[in-house]
């Protein structure tokens, strides 16, 4: 006698791939609409005239919130998806929704609502990062928390009105102390000196309290944070596989070209945050050295391995692309270097800072195209997570 093997709830999961298909635009929808406006925000802030409507008042909107938009909005949604993708958690999408909305209502003129939203995408991340210590209880599972944290610290400052000197420290310790996790995680595949991973955590702690303290005393906070962040880059030099794999070939010398290309603008953005604490105009270096040369190269360095993982596509590697990596670490020279000596030469680096992180979105596509050209029928699902 055969057996039925019809699924038990099928209106259920009919329900569930519905809903599947409506969250998915809205979270590529406020992950775009983030980035492009976080960015003409930034070009805006620079001196750089771009054309928007008659009587348009997004452009103002974009230049007020470009730090809200680029962290939060974008790169906060992505390690939203990213994490929730990991967990396996319906709710967990509730963030990434959170923090795109939130976006949203900043670029239309909303700052209270959206920040507000904010606050409920940290929180929530928060609540699925405790689960993700729950199942591993591991150093850089609760590091990651920690990272959430500092998110939603940021967040809750921002909704409150404090200002950028009390906000961003915290808003770029939730970057790179989920940076530092993902690399602390990757050390368990080499011998690591027993030290490593106390010495991490001192500087981790020291980047926390200085964030704390530049609210109160923003001397002594500034230059606190700024040497956790040297002393960070030091660490990931010191300690990282990438030292290794950058002799390797392909896809892993690729990543550890953009990480240790990232570990020294993350020196060059310590060094620049303690000097701007004492007073030295230095804080455009300080914050772009962090947030383009540091956060924007792990991000490309990541990005062929996480995309493929979170998005159900595979990308075909090749030389191609080190061209928008290429673009902007030398765009980042321009704009910080030679940028000292006018206006002119800061808005061009600036433009051509956008134009590599545009370069590196046509760079992506191309190469999900050509995995589609050289293998042929639909893309196949990715191989488990690698890294160098």
């Not at 610290?153 to 790179?176: C, D, E, K, M, R």
């Not at 990757?186 to 926390?208: F, I």
């Not at 545009?358 to 488990?384: E, K, Y």
Request: proline letters at 5%.
């Amino acid at each position: 006698m055969k057996t039925s093997h019809r699924p038990r709830h099928p209106q259920r999961q009919t329900t569930s791939r519905w809903i599947t298909l409506a969250v998915r635009p809205l979270l590529l929808g406020g992950v775009a609409l983030s980035l492009l406006a976080g960015m003409a925000g930034g070009l805006l802030r620079v001196g750089v005239t771009l054309p928007s409507l008659p009587d348009a008042t997004w452009p103002g909107q974009a230049a007020l919130a470009h730090a809200a938009l680029m962290i939060c909005g974008f790169l906060g949604t992505v390690i939203g998806i990213e994490r929730a993708v990991a967990v396996k958690l319906r709710a967990a999408f509730l963030a990434p929704l959170a923090s795109g909305a939130g976006g949203a209502l900043l670029l239309l003129g909303q700052p209270g609502p959206g920040a507000w939203l904010g606050v409920a995408a940290a929180s929530i991340f928060t609540a699925v990062n405790i689960v993700i210590v729950r199942r591993q209880r591991a150093a850089h599972t609760w590091l990651l928390l920690v990272a959430a944290g500092a998110w939603l610290t940021g967040n809750l400052l921002f909704a409150t009105g404090q200002g950028s000197v009390a906000t961003l420290p915290w808003w770029f310790a939730f970057l790179v102390m989920t940076i530092a996790a993902e690399r602390l995680e990757m050390t368990r595949l080499m011998r690591r000196r027993p030290a490593a991973e106390l010495s991490l955590q001192v500087v981790l702690a020291a980047l926390l309290a200085g964030a704390a303290w530049s609210a109160l005393a923003p001397v002594a906070g500034g230059l606190l944070y700024g040497t956790a962040l040297t002393l960070l880059a030091l660490w990931l030099v010191v300690f990282d596989i990438a030292r290794h794999t950058v002799r390797a070939h392909g896809l892993s010398r690729y990543m550890a070209v953009c990480l240790l290309g990232g570990y020294a603008w993350l020196a060059v953005a310590g060094v620049a945050w303690a000097a701007t604490a004492l007073g030295l105009p230095l804080r455009d270096a300080a914050i772009h050295a962090l947030g383009l040369g540091f956060i924007v190269s792990m991000m490309m360095g990541h990005a062929p391995v996480i995309l493929p993982a979170i998005a159900r596509v595979k990308l075909q590697f090749g030389a191609f692309f080190y061209v928008p990596l290429a673009v902007l670490h030398l765009s980042l020279l321009l704009r910080l270097v030679a940028g000292m000596a006018g206006d002119p030469l800061r808005s061009t680096g600036a433009l051509l800072n956008a134009a590599a992180i545009a370069l590196f979105a046509v760079t992506i596509a191309g190469a999900a195209f050509a995995w589609r050209i050289h293998h042929g029928g639909p893309d196949a699902l990715p191989p488990r997570k690698t890294d160098p």
